[in-house]
């Protein structure tokens, strides 16, 4: 082996932490991972192989970090929730692999209600965007600049969400949904769908996105016809789930599609 080769692994396999960066005793740094200038890491960290933490970044207590994330130049992850409720329990902030949290963007550790804040793998979430305390984000969820999300909301997988946008507590988004820029949305919206404005409104399936992740045009048709029968006949919601039921396929995306709204607490975002 090569001496160029030998040195590349070696330093691959080490943890690179800038001397004026402080971390706590306690934390647990995984091989690869880079702690930038000024960055600090709090008690009971773990960061994952790979992990990139930039310049100036605080990764508070109990958060642990996925494989290969980037953490971006004044993040803040894993601080106290902002929640008048929260009494200092042991709480935590879980973030998955590969996943980009960029400049200035907040997240917050659970409270008492669940014990944690979750992010998954694969997602963006881009410059001062707020992720608040017993959040739930799926996998490949990408957050615009400054959307800011209050306690409990959960977005499911593929979600994507326009810059500027508030999210009300205890909201849903459903899988593969797209809510556009400047939105404010205070009540769920349905997997598969567009939705925008403020009040926002439906605006149809998420078709180019779908399309984009390999939906079949077989499937794309069925929620489409589902779409139909749901927002633009006479029916009311329990009407139109029925009816749904009763005449299309009940395919796995059909049954999301009508399960998640059946089980919706504070309302679908029609407009």
Same mark, same amino acid.
């Given at each position: 082996?090569? /001496?160029?080769? *030998?040195?590349?692994? %070696?330093?691959?396999?080490?943890?690179?932490?800038?001397?004026?960066?402080?971390? /706590?005793?306690?934390?647990?740094?995984?091989? !690869?991972?880079?702690?930038?200038? @000024?960055?600090?890491?709090?008690?009971?960290?773990?960061?994952?192989?790979?992990?990139?933490?930039?310049?100036?970044?605080?990764?508070?207590?109990?958060?642990?970090?996925?494989?290969?994330?980037? +953490?971006? %130049?004044?993040?803040?992850?894993?601080?106290?929730?902002?929640? &008048?409720?929260?009494?200092?329990?042991?709480t935590? #902030?879980?973030?998955g /692999?590969?996943?980009?949290?960029?400049?200035? *963007?907040?997240?917050?550790?659970?409270?008492?209600?669940?014990?944690?804040?979750?992010?998954?793998?694969?997602?963006?979430?881009?410059?001062?965007?707020?992720?608040?305390?017993d959040?739930? &984000?799926?996998?490949?969820?990408? #957050?615009s600049?400054?959307?800011?999300?209050?306690?409990?909301?959960?977005?499911?997988? @593929?979600?994507?969400?326009?810059?500027?946008?508030?999210?009300?507590?205890?909201?849903?988004?459903? *899988?593969?949904?797209?809510?556009?820029?400047?939105?404010?949305?205070?009540?769920?919206?349905?997997?598969?769908?567009?939705v *925008? !404005?403020?009040?926002? %409104?439906?605006?149809? &399936?998420?078709?180019?996105?779908?399309?984009?992740?390999?939906?079949?045009?077989?499937?794309?048709?069925?929620?489409?016809?589902?779409?139909? +029968? #749901?927002?633009?006949?006479?029916?009311?919601?329990?009407?139109?789930?029925?009816?749904?039921?009763?005449?299309?396929?009940?395919v796995?995306?059909?049954?999301?599609? #009508?399960?998640?709204?059946?089980?919706?607490?504070?309302?679908?975002?029609?407009?």
């Amino acid at each position: 082996m090569s /001496d160029q080769v *030998a040195d590349r692994e %070696k330093t691959t396999a080490e943890v690179e932490i800038h001397p004026s960066a402080i971390v /706590d005793p306690s934390a647990e740094l995984d091989p !690869g991972v880079t702690v930038g200038p @000024w960055a600090l890491i709090g008690p009971n960290v773990r960061i994952g192989k790979g992990t990139v933490i930039g310049p100036g970044a605080l990764v508070d207590r109990n958060t642990k970090l996925g494989r290969e994330c980037e +953490i971006h %130049k004044g993040a803040v992850l894993g601080t106290d929730p902002q929640d &008048l409720k929260f009494q200092g329990e042991d709480t935590v #902030l879980q973030v998955g /692999d590969r996943t980009i949290i960029r400049e200035y *963007a907040t997240l917050n550790r659970g409270t008492s209600a669940s014990g944690k804040t979750t992010v998954g793998d694969d997602c963006l979430l881009m410059a001062y965007t707020h992720v608040a305390h017993d959040c739930v &984000l799926g996998n490949h969820v990408i #957050l615009s600049n400054a959307v800011n999300m209050a306690g409990h909301v959960e977005l499911e997988d @593929w979600v994507i969400v326009g810059g500027v946008t508030p999210i009300h507590q205890f909201v849903r988004v459903g *899988a593969h949904a797209f809510v556009g820029g400047g939105s404010r949305i205070s009540q769920d919206v349905p997997p598969f769908c567009r939705v *925008a !404005g403020s009040p926002p %409104k439906l605006y149809g &399936l998420n078709s180019v996105g779908l399309e984009r992740r390999g939906f079949t045009s077989e499937t794309r048709a069925l929620l489409k016809k589902t779409y139909r +029968i #749901l927002f633009q006949s006479n029916l009311n919601v329990s009407q139109g789930i029925a009816r749904a039921r009763e005449e299309i396929d009940p395919v796995a995306e059909v049954d999301h599609f #009508l399960t998640f709204i059946e089980n919706s607490e504070r309302g679908i975002t029609i407009g």
